[in-house]
Each structure stands twice: as C-alpha cells, then as structure tokens.
C-alpha cells in the first residue's frame, strides 16, 4: 500500500480520493498527520497551484504527497472563475456566496446554449526526492438556472453534467466518480504512476 499525505483537509476532496484512487492507497489527511499548514495558492494555472501545494507538503512531512487544483471554466464569462473558483466572490468565500454570484453573473444569459461550462482538475503527487507525477481531466456541462439536488459540493448543484444528463447535485457518488474532472485527473494520474513504480 502506497501512503499519500493529502495536501487537503477537505473532507469532499478527501473522500473522492480515497474512493477513486481505492485501497492500494492509503491517503490521509494534513491534520490527520498532525501537520497545520497552509499553502498559498498564487499560480496562474490549476497544474501550477497543484505542483506548488504537492512539493510543499512532501518537504515538510518526507512523505510522498498528493494534491489538487480544480475549478470551474465557464464559457461566456471567458473561463472565470477558473483558478478563482474557490475564492470567486472574494477572501471570505464560502459556495454559497460562490454559487450566488455565478449566478448574478450568469442572469444575461437566458439561452442554455450559452452557459456553457468545463471543470476541470490537474492532479499531481510529488515523492520526497522531488520527482513528479501529473494528471488532468475535464468534464463538460453548462450552467443552471437554479440550483438543482443537495449531493456533492462547490458548484455542483449548477452545473448540468452532459453524460450524466442531470446536475452533479443530483448525482449519487458513484455516478460523479464515473464522470467527474477529479476522477478523470486522478485515473490519468493512476496510470502514469502504474507506469513509473514498474519503471523502478
């Protein structure tokens, strides 16, 4: 079993790791570890910002560790959020307030045509000697009119998954992890490391 420090205490993010990446991981938490840090996330790209959050956590704990940056791309706002997804409707954030103004922003356009939107994740572990591995994944939807379901978390409940032909919102865990930009990024991420431990 490989142990991964997760460079989260996000109880959401925490579990789709763990159910994506399954049991030959054992992925724990920060505080689970006893560490309390956190790590300023002022790149420009989601790669960039999860790269700097992986490299930071395995030199502080020496262990591998594995991090993520995702986000919300929506088309007619020119992929805002993006980067900003977390922190969209300023320091004080919280997905309520984020969901709140993307929807203000998102009032011009009446036509479902028009709202189109991508998540996307880039997810990466770094090993304690500096080495590498990155993953990416997208998702395609577009933005609701009105929140729809209670599952899942962040902008979930706006966005309209098109292979799922509903709302993350409405979606069962499963059904997300099927689908999702994580799981897609972490299933990359799989792959590539399966490939980098038998080079070893």
């Given at each position: 079993?490989?142990?991964?420090?997760?460079?989260?205490?996000n109880a959401h993010k925490l579990k789709e790791f763990r159910e994506i990446l399954g049991s030959a991981f054992d992925i724990r938490s920060l505080s689970e570890?006893?560490?309390?840090?956190?790590?300023?996330?002022?790149?420009?790209?989601?790669?960039?910002?999860?790269?700097?959050?992986?490299?930071?956590v395995a030199r502080l704990t020496s262990h591998a560790a594995l991090s993520d940056d995702s986000g919300?791309?929506?088309?007619?706002l020119g992929g805002a959020p993006g980067v900003y997804s977390a922190r969209y409707s300023g320091d004080n954030a919280t997905d309520?307030?984020?969901r709140e103004k993307l929807l203000r922003e998102?009032?011009?356009?009446?036509?479902?045509?028009?709202?189109?939107?991508?998540?996307?994740?880039?997810v990466v572990i770094c090993f304690p000697d500096g080495k590498t591995i990155a993953g990416e994944g997208d998702t395609r939807g577009r933005i609701l009119f009105e929140e729809t379901g209670e599952n899942g978390f962040g902008y979930d409940s706006l966005f309209y998954s098109y292979d799922l032909g509903k709302s993350f919102g409405?979606?069962?865990?499963?059904?997300?992890?099927?689908?999702?930009?994580?799981?897609?990024a972490l299933t990359d991420l799989k792959s590539k490391l399966s490939l980098f431990i038998s080079e070893d």
């Open positions: 079993m490989i142990k991964l420090i997760a460079a989260t205490n570890e006893g560490f309390s840090i956190e790590v300023e996330e002022d790149q420009d790209t989601f790669l960039g910002n999860a790269l700097k959050k992986a490299r930071e919300l791309l929506v088309d007619a309520e307030s984020n998102m009032a011009p356009f009446t036509d479902p045509d028009a709202r189109g939107a991508s998540f996307h994740s880039s409405m979606a069962t865990a499963e059904e997300k992890n099927s689908v999702s930009h994580r799981s897609r």
